[in-house]
């Protein structure tokens, strides 16, 4: 995996003074996200000052991809470049405030781009509030290969959404997910991972047998799925860095799938169909013994653990219909949450803890929601023909899932919408797409 250093611009706050400056606000430039945002902050991103000959390609594209980011999530709108009034030619130099408040520029992301004799790579910036002219937290500086340039530029756009939502970002992040090309009829599978916004695709393994259900490690190295390749469904581990992978569980006449690995990476939890019953189990990856966690007669699968790996959400259709439950993470009773109207399904725990998202299916349409872990306060944020299969972006504030669409001609696509329910959008892929799962942010 490819290294990236940052370091604080400590030895370059003295030159920038802002004294004298009018404070049009009475407080620093911040977006509560928690409230509901409806109109975007209008930001300005000069593109970044090339320092070296060879860094000026490199510094027009990270700008980009910083605009990108910080655009695409509906919180902020990039004011077009030909209504600058200035721009900046130094990235030492005083920032012109007047003229950025002239153009309703709330923030301004200067940066600078260098190459060295090497071929490593130097990106720096800074972010003002235009409208109280102060620099919001100190400058940083990445360096690292070239080709880890866009994520350098993630790591940017990660850091400016930082300081003004002050919450985590997602940008420098992948997402596993299962490739799908050709006819309805004759669709070839195979895992893919990929940027979070489409760039950088790789694919994990080939067409031949069917995958499923791909799920990130904790740590974003190893990947669980499902696979078809032995002619029954078993669970496999996969190695990110090697691309080698084995099989997790390979019991005679049993069916193994819907795997999740536990907070600590240690545990994984999946769903072992035998004799024509389905219950979750819980196995020690390293040590290979397992437990079941579920005893009843009816279909137990989809297990999703809280962030503290005390409890685990699970579908199951005991009640009749299929539902969602909580129970301990070491099994025992367990708790039904979900008392609406339809069939909920594929739940997962948010990273932050406070909510679970799920698929419900209700009078012919699917949906992803969300609802508080006690089952509360439910809300659809989509709506469609077929939506399922939701995963959390690192921060816990948006969701992707896979949307497919109807008739003989229908394919899947993976699409991304916030917790609020706003900002529904296509995530860029090559060909079709299911089954997303997000990665923590990458160190």
């Known amino acids: 995996m490819k290294k990236i250093i940052a370091t604080l611009l400590i030895g370059l706050l003295g030159s920038l003074q802002f004294a004298g400056l009018a404070i049009a606000q009475s407080g620093p430039l911040r977006i509560e996200i928690t409230k509901g945002v409806i109109e975007p902050i209008p930001y300005a991103v000069p593109a970044f000052?090339?320092?070296?000959?060879g860094a000026g390609q490199l510094a027009q594209d990270i700008s980009d991809v910083v605009a990108a980011d910080l655009s695409?999530?509906?919180?902020?709108?990039?004011?077009?470049?030909?209504?600058?009034?200035?721009?900046?030619?130094?990235?030492?130099?005083?920032?012109?405030?007047?003229?950025?408040?002239?153009?309703?520029?709330?923030?301004?992301?200067?940066g600078a781009v260098s190459v060295d004799g090497g071929g490593n790579i130097s990106v720096k910036f800074r972010v003002y509030d235009v409208f109280s002219g102060q620099e919001l937290g100190n400058g940083l500086r990445f360096r690292g290969t070239r080709d880890g340039w866009r994520r350098m530029a993630h790591k940017v756009a990660d850091a400016v959404y930082s300081r003004i939502t002050g919450e985590s970002g997602y940008f420098d992040s992948r997402v596993v997910y299962v490739s799908e090309t050709g006819p309805k009829n004759d669709r070839k599978k195979r895992l893919a991972i990929m940027d979070y916004d489409g760039a950088g695709l790789k694919f994990l393994t080939d067409s031949n047998s069917i995958v499923l259900a791909p799920r990130f490690s904790p740590t974003g190295d190893r990947v669980l799925y499902t696979s078809y390749e032995t002619g029954f469904p078993r669970v496999f581990v996969l190695d990110v860095g090697s691309v080698t992978r084995r099989?997790?569980?390979?019991?005679?006449?049993t069916m193994s799938f819907a795997p999740r690995f536990s907070p600590d990476g240690n545990d994984v939890v999946f769903s072992i169909t035998e004799g024509g019953n389905s219950d979750i189990y819980r196995m020690n990856i390293a040590s290979g013994r397992r437990a079941r966690l579920t005893s009843a007669p009816s279909i137990e699968t989809a297990p999703s653990f809280s962030p503290d790996g005390n409890k685990i959400v699970f579908e199951s259709d005991r009640s009749g219909t299929q539902q969602l439950y909580v129970m301990s993470a070491t099994g025992g009773q367990a708790q039904r949450i979900s008392f609406g109207q339809g069939r909920y399904g594929t739940p997962v725990w948010s990273p932050r803890g406070d909510l679970i998202a799920f698929t419900k299916q209700n009078k012919g349409r699917f949906h992803i929601g969300v609802m508080r872990i006690d089952g509360s306060e439910e809300r659809l944020l989509t709506a469609s023909f077929l939506d399922e299969g939701p995963t959390w972006s690192p921060n816990g504030r948006v969701i992707m899932f896979t949307r497919e669409t109807q008739g003989a001609k229908g394919s899947a696509s993976l699409y991304s919408v916030d917790v609020s329910g706003r900002n529904l959008k296509p995530v860029r892929t090559q060909g079709g797409g299911s089954d997303p799962s997000w990665s923590p942010l990458q160190q």
Do not use: C, H, M, Y
């Open 72 to 110: 695409g999530t509906g919180l902020f709108r990039q004011i077009p470049k030909d209504a600058f009034i200035s721009t900046i030619t130094n990235f030492a130099s005083p920032v012109q405030f007047a003229d950025w408040k002239a153009i309703n520029a709330q923030a301004l992301i200067s």
């Open 247 to 253: 099989a997790l569980e390979d019991q005679a006449g």
């Open 49 to 53: 000052i090339a320092e070296t000959s």
